[in-house]
C-alpha cells in the first residue's frame, strides 16, 4: 500500500485508523448483517450511531446543553442561505469580508436582507484579517465570520465581541484550533476539512436563536424544524455522519482538540519558519494572521510554483497546488496530517530549492 501525504484543502485525508475501521465494518456493521450504508437512519443501531457522533463532538468541544447540534445537507454554502433565511429577524446583518467563501456568505445572504460589510481586505489579496473594531452595525441581526480563510491561509487571532450574535463559517479550522463556543450564536463547518466526509454540515446553533426564520424558510433549511426532527426531516448523509463519529473518536485518541491543536501549531510553526528562512519560497499571509491550518506559500515565479507542484508529486506530497484564484502552492496541514508529512514536505522544498 503507498498512501500519500496528502495536503489536499478539502476533502482531505482522513486519519488511518479510521478508513481501516469503516473498511473492516464492511460488508458488515457490529453484527447487524449490514452496512452501515444499508442501514434505515431511524433504525435503533443507526440513532446509536448518530447520538455517539453527536456526544463526541459536543465533548470535544465542549458544547453545552443550551446548543444544539445538526447533521445538514448541502455543505457549508447551504448555510450561506439558511442563515440570513433563520437569523434575520429585522433585516440586517454584518458581514466581515476576510476571504473568498466570507465574500459568498455575504453574497448568498443580501438575496435577504441588507448585508454591511463592516470590513473586507479584499482589495488586499485578502493577506490579512481586516480591522472591525468600531465599525459594527447596531442593532445587527448577527454578525457573519469565517475564522480561518482556506484559500489565503489566514485566521481570526482575536474574536469580534459585539451585541449580535457572532455566526461564524469555521469549515477549515473546527476542532483544529480551540474556540469557546459559548462565545459564538452558530458555528457550521462543512465536513470534508477537519471533520470527516464531504456533503454533511455540522452547525452548532444556540437555541434561544431557533424559531426565528423567515416565512419563505423551505422546512429542510429551517434549523428550529431540523431541532425538533433530531436532523431527521428526511434522510440525512448517514455514513458521512458515521465516518465522522470515527474520526471523531479518534481525535479522542490523540488527546482532544487541545491536544491536536498543540500539533496543529507545532506543524504551522516548522513550515512557516522555513519559509522565513528560505531564499525561494516566502509566504503569502500577513504574518500575524497566518493561519495553523492552510499554509499559503509562492516562490514569486509561476514556472518554478507548477515544477515544484510536480516536484513535490513525484515525491508523494500531493495537493500542494494553490487554489485558482490565488495560484502558487498551500499546504493544507488539518488533524489528519502527521507531523512527519509537514517535515517531508520541509525536506522536498528544501532539496527544490538547492536544485532551483
Ligand atoms: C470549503 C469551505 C466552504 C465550502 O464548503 P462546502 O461544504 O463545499 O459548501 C465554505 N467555507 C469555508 C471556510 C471553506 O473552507
Known amino acids: 500500500m503507498a498512501r500519500v501525504y496528502n495536503f489536499s484543502p478539502g476533502p482531505s485525508a482522513l486519519p488511518l485508523p479510521v478508513l481501516e475501521k469503516v473498511k473492516a465494518a464492511l460488508p458488515e456493521y457490529a453484527e447487524t448483517g449490514m452496512s452501515v450504508m444499508e ?41 450561506f442561505a439558511s442563515i440570513p433565511m433563520n437569523l434575520m429577524v429585522n433585516g ?24 454591511n460589510i463592516v470590513a473586507s481586505s479584499r482589495d488586499d489579496q485578502y493577506t490579512y484579517i481586516p480591522d472591525w473594531k468600531g465599525k ?53 463547518a462543512g465536513a470534508q476539512k477537519n471533520i470527516g466526509p464531504a456533503g454533511l454540515c455540522v452547525l452548532i446553533v444556540r437555541r434561544d436563536l431557533l424559531g426565528k426564520a423567515q416565512p419563505i424558510t423551505p422546512k429542510i433549511f429551517n434549523w428550529a424544524t431540523q431541532a425538533d426532527n433530531e436532523s431527521m426531516l428526511n434522510t440525512p448523509n448517514t455514513f458521512a455522519i458515521y465516518v465522522a463519529g470515527l474520526c471523531m473518536e479518534w481525535l479522542q485518541q490523540q488527546g482532544g482538540v487541545e491536544a491536536i491543536a498543540e500539533v496543529n501549531k507545532e506543524k504551522a510553526a516548522l513550515l512557516y519558519n522555513f519559509l522565513d528562512n528560505s531564499k525561494l519560497f ?70 527544490f530549492e538547492l536544485k532551483a
Open 92 to 115: 440586517v446583518a454584518d458581514y466581515i469580508d476576510s476571504g473568498n467563501f466570507a465574500h459568498g456568505a455575504a453574497g448568498e445572504a443580501a438575496k435577504y436582507g441588507q448585508v
Open 282 to 351: 516566502k509566504g503569502t499571509a500577513q504574518k500575524e494572521f497566518r493561519s495553523v491550518m492552510n499554509v499559503t506559500f509562492v516562490t514569486g515565479d509561476k514556472e518554478k510554483d507548477a515544477e515544484f507542484v510536480k516536484f513535490a508529486a513525484q515525491r508523494g506530497l500531493v495537493n500542494v497546488k494553490g487554489h485558482r484564484v490565488v495560484g502558487g502552492m498551500r499546504a493544507s496541514i488539518y488533524n489528519a496530517m502527521p507531523i512527519e508529512g509537514v517535515k517531508a514536505l520541509i525536506e522536498a522544498m528544501k532539496e
Open 39 to 79: 442501514m434505515s437512519h431511524r433504525s435503533a443501531m443507526y440513532l446509536d450511531i448518530i447520538h455517539d457522533t453527536e456526544a463526541r463532538l459536543r465533548a470535544l468541544m465542549h458544547i453545552p446543553d443550551s446548543y444544539a447540534v445538526l447533521f445538514l445537507h448541502g455543505g457549508a454554502t447551504a448555510q
Open 136 to 188: 459594527l452595525t447596531p442593532n445587527a441581526d448577527y454578525l457573519h465570520i469565517t475564522t480561518n480563510n482556506t484559500i489565503y491561509g489566514t485566521h481570526y487571532i482575536e474574536l469580534p465581541e459585539g451585541s449580535a450574535p457572532l455566526v461564524a463559517d469555521m469549515s477549515s479550522n473546527i476542532l483544529g484550533e480551540v474556540y469557546d463556543v459559548t462565545k459564538f450564536g452558530v458555528i457550521y
